[in-house]
């Protein structure tokens, strides 16, 4: 979806991450979010994000996971992503670590794009090799070549 691709920026590539739960990987993209100038209200963000992680659980089955919700605590579109070193503490239905995880906000009046970003995100994901790239890249720009110029990338 072109809009993941205007969406994600390196700066809010993070690798190297760690934790041993959802909740850890959940607080920590939070705390990530927050330090970027497009939340300018971090206990109504961080609730909002909670909120629909409480009524709509972010896990796909893939080896990744992803936070999302619509809040009026964000200035624009928002697209967190993080390699967590070992995984989150618990595995994909094909026994691999959960250890892709992104975080995806916007804006009311936006929300009509959220849907189909995070279907695109994680159809996008959810390819053993993409997953697998993304693994073993070392860099930012590295993850971030791969999520615009991939041949099998569905967000072109």
């Known amino acids: 979806m072109k809009f993941l ?3 994600l920026k390196p700066e809010n590539i993070h690798l190297g991450l760690k934790t041993q739960s959802e909740l850890g990987a959940l607080r920590i993209m939070i705390d990530l979010a927050v330090k970027t ?3 300018f209200d971090a206990s109504r963000f961080a609730q909002a994000v909670l909120d629909t992680e409480l009524y709509e659980s972010a896990f796909s089955g893939c080896c990744n996971i992803s936070f999302y919700t619509v809040s009026d605590s964000v200035t624009e579109p928002l ?4 390699h967590f070193d070992g995984g989150i503490g ?3 239905k094909h ?3 959960i250890d892709l995880v992104s975080l995806v906000a916007v804006p009311p009046g936006q929300d009509k794009y959220l ?3 995070l279907f ?3 159809t996008f994901l959810c390819q053993p090799r993409i997953a697998e790239k993304i693994r073993v890249a070392t860099t930012k720009k590295e993850i971030y ?3 615009n110029e991939d041949p099998d990338s569905c967000i072109m």
């Open 145 to 147: 070549r791969i999520f």
């Open 95 to 97: 026994n691999k670590p």
């Open 115 to 117: 849907a189909d970003t």
């Open 79 to 82: 697209f967190i992503f993080g």
């Open 120 to 122: 695109a995100l994680h």
């Open 37 to 39: 100038k497009k939340v």
């Open 5 to 7: 691709k205007d969406w």
């Open 90 to 92: 618990y595995y994909s």
